[in-house]
T-cell receptor
Framework: KQEVTQIPAALSVPEGENLVLNCSFT??????LQWFRQDPGKGLTSLLL?????REQTSGRLNASLDKSSGRSTLYIAASQPGDSATYLC???????????FGKGTLLTVNP | DAGVTQSPTHLIKTRGQHVTLRCSPI?????VSWYQQVLGQGPQFIFQ???????GRGNFPDRFSARQFPNYSSELNVNALLLGDSALYLC??????????????FGEGSRLTVL
């Protein structure tokens, strides 16, 4: 059974700081990994998708990496802003049935 | 372009009642998946449908059922509601076949409260 762990559960940083969110998983046989953002009471916004053959993806101030051999992914956020405050979730996709296995998320607070 | 749309956005039911939640996928997406997210947890997979057939099912009781219509929209039905069914129900869509990258796109969810 695939287990996904996100550390830390919560993180508070001052505005402008660079930060890293971590996601670890137990089964390296993944199809892809997707990072999402969730604002309180809202749905999920897709941030980055990394295919199993890729090592990283970048979008603006966000960079996500994938190391299947160690069962880890990181989401790097550069020059954090108060608007980045949200819960960040990583999710793994193993096969063709579109099932994603999620971690519990990291609650990020960026203080002005 | 419209994203994934879900209705209703919020609803309150009492134990034992039945609920129907609706989802319209992004135009051109033929696959729809349903997830349940209880407070403080990540979403849990319930169902996946495309071409009107169930293609995957998570570890949920038979009180949960779903269907997909010819226009690819979908309904999630939950019977005999329990307090523990209170959650945010999320719908996700994705293309299939050659257009499929594996990326899922989620709606804003339907917040169900069972009293």
């Amino acid at each position: 059974k695939q287990e996904v762990t996100q550390i830390p559960a919560a993180l508070s940083v001052p505005e402008g700081e660079n930060l890293v969110l971590n996601c670890s998983f137990t089964d390296s046989a993944i199809y892809n990994l997707q990072w999402f953002r969730q604002d309180p009471g809202k749905g999920l916004t897709s941030l980055l998708l990394i295919q199993s053959s890729q090592r990283e993806q970048t979008s603006g101030r966000l960079n996500a990496s994938l190391d299947k051999s160690s069962g880890r992914s990181t989401l790097y956020i550069a020059a954090s802003q108060p608007g980045d405050s949200a819960t960040y979730l990583c999710a793994l996709h193993r096969g063709s049935n579109y099932k994603l296995t999620f971690g519990k998320g990291t609650l990020l607070t960026v203080n002005p | 372009d419209a994203g994934v749309t879900q209705s209703p956005t919020h609803l309150i039911k009492t134990r034992g009642q039945h609920v129907t939640l609706r989802c319209s996928p992004i135009s051109g997406h033929k696959s729809v998946s349903w997830y349940q997210q209880v407070l403080g947890q990540g979403p849990q997979f319930i169902f996946q449908y495309y071409e009107k057939e169930e293609r995957g099912r998570g570890n949920f009781p038979d009180r949960f059922s779903a269907r997909q219509f010819p226009n690819y929209s979908s309904e999630l039905n939950v019977n005999a509601l329990l307090l523990g069914d209170s959650a945010l129900y999320l719908c996700a869509s994705s293309p299939v076949g050659l257009l499929n990258t594996g990326e899922l796109f989620f709606g804003e969810g339907s917040r169900l409260t069972v009293l």
